[in-house]
T-cell receptor
Framework: SQTIHQWPATLVQPVGSPLSLECTVEGTSNPNLYWYRQAAGRGLQLLFYSVGIGQISSEVPQNLSASRPQDRQFILSSKKLLLSDSGFYLC??????????FGQGTRLTVV | GQQVMQIPQYQHVQEGEDFTTYCNSSTTLSNIQWYKQRPGGHPVFLIQLVKSGEVKKQKRLTFQFGEAKKNSSLHITATQTTDVGTYFCAGDTSYGKLTFGQGTILTVHP
């Protein structure tokens, strides 16, 4: 069966520090991968999505970047965090345009 | 840009009352999906609608996809406290780009 791993679950980082969040999927090949951010009590903002290795679509101009070094690995990064980067970060995968499966999420607090 | 809008943002109901959330897209969608997120949790898939005018039911939940494939609704009959959470619609606004509505936060008072 397919599983998605996202870590860490909680993260507190100072302003200006770098960020690296990792997401891996098991049990499937060539998944579509996604990074979303959710502010407290708000909706899901699509940050990046990838329909294949080397294909990253960025939805929101910001100081975040994403990479897909392997078929089932999706990494969200930042060189210098801002206070406004705080939020709940969710990774998800899909097979084509079917249902999305989400990781447990990372609660990032930038202080 | 292409957007998926969802209303209302909040809905407070008494247990036993009905609840409806509406979703509208600025463009035609190939499909619409609905998710539920419990407080503190991650979104969990409920259902996907593909056909124009499609209606699907899951126990007390009824999902509809509009004829033009631009709007959808989720209706819950006789809400229960277990229905509490945020309900999201989502659609592929282009291939692979799964865009979510803002969600409707449902509170059920016993």
């Amino acid at each position: 069966s397919q599983t998605i791993h996202q870590w860490p679950a909680t993260l507190v980082q100072p302003v200006g520090s770098p960020l690296s969040l990792e997401c891996t999927v098991e049990g499937t090949s060539n998944p579509n991968l996604y990074w979303y951010r959710q502010a407290a009590g708000r909706g899901l903002q699509l940050l990046f999505y990838s329909v294949g290795i080397g294909q990253i679509s960025s939805e929101v101009p910001q100081n975040l970047s994403a990479s897909r070094p392997q078929d089932r690995q999706f990494i969200l990064s930042s060189k210098k965090l801002l206070l406004s980067d705080s939020g709940f970060y969710l990774c998800a995968w899909r097979a084509g345009t079917t249902e999305a499966f989400f990781g447990q999420g990372t609660r990032l607090t930038v202080v | 840009g292409q957007q998926v809008m969802q209303i209302p943002q909040y809905q407070h109901v008494q247990e036993g009352e009905d609840f409806t959330t509406y979703c509208n897209s600025s463009t035609t969608l190939s499909n619409i999906q609905w998710y539920k997120q419990r407080p503190g949790g991650h979104p969990v898939f409920l259902i996907q609608l593909v056909k124009s005018g499609e209606v699907k039911k899951q126990k007390r939940l009824t999902f509809q996809f509009g004829e033009a494939k631009k709007n959808s609704s989720l209706h819950i009959t006789a809400t229960q406290t277990t229905d509490v959470g945020t309900y999201f619609c989502a659609g592929d606004t282009s291939y692979g780009k799964l865009t979510f509505g803002q969600g409707t936060i449902l509170t059920v008072h016993p």
